[in-house]
T-cell receptor, first 111, second 115 residues
């Protein structure tokens, strides 16, 4: 039970911003929104997480709606190396809390 | 920081043999490590949760006698696939949860092929 819904795939042009949506309508008050990505044949890579405020780091920005039922991951200037499966996960930040992976969004960046 | 390694990165073995995979947190302590399995074109499936110094907790449908997990220190967990068969061929990935802030970081994965 992944608790999130993402589009199965999306294409974007190299150099343009990629906006990846995620619905998490049943998120509870103490659950954070996490984003990971998995490049082919590698382990998942942490991207960013947030609770209710928008967050930005060197990789991406995370925009969370006021009701917290959805969020958008923004890759500001997509490169070919950003081609990967992107996973949106809700998770409590407590001991032993598992990450439950859904199908994710396969993002293909095209030259 | 927050680097997790796995060894070996790939292994090919004969049916019936046992294979041990190591997961190490290189620059942080992890009381909890997780083991996942990923079949081609599928998502990661959690197999078990490993806590340092105690028995692992297995997900439903995962045989604990087949997938032996040992978590003897704050930086090392091992997964042993016993009497491996071709259907056990998969990509095995571990993650380590930092003691300091409970964030999880993943290893690069181990590709197991059973002939």
């Amino acid at each position: 039970d992944a608790k999130t819904t993402q589009p199965p795939s999306m294409d974007c042009a190299e150099g343009r911003a990629a906006n990846l949506p995620c619905n998490h309508s049943t998120i509870s008050g103490n659950e954070y929104v996490y984003w990971y990505r998995q490049i082919h044949s590698q382990g998942p890579q942490y991207i960013i997480h947030g609770l209710k405020n928008n967050e930005t780091n060197e990789m991406a920005s995370l925009i969370i709606t006021e009701d917290r039922k959805s969020s958008t991951l923004i890759l500001p200037h997509a490169t070919l190396r950003d081609t990967a499966v992107y996973y949106c996960i809700v998770r409590e930040r407590s001991n032993d809390y598992k990450l439950s992976f859904g199908a994710g969004t396969t993002v293909t960046v095209r030259a | 920081g927050a680097v997790v390694s796995q060894h070996p990165s790939r292994v090919i073995c004969k049916s019936g043999t046992s294979v041990k995979i190591e997961c190490r947190s290189l620059d942080f302590q992890a009381t909890t490590m997780f083991w996942y399995r990923q079949f081609p074109k599928q998502s990661l499936m959690l197999m078990a949760t490993s806590n340092e110094g105690s028995k692992a907790t297995y997900e439903q449908g995962v045989e604990k006698d087949k997938f032996l997990i040992n978590h003897a220190s704050l930086t090392l967990s091992t997964l042993t696939v016993t009497s491996a068969h071709p259907e056990d061929s998969s990509f095995y990935i571990c993650s380590a949860q930092k003691l300091a802030d409970n964030e999880q970081f993943f290893g690069p994965g181990t590709r197991l092929t059973v002939l």
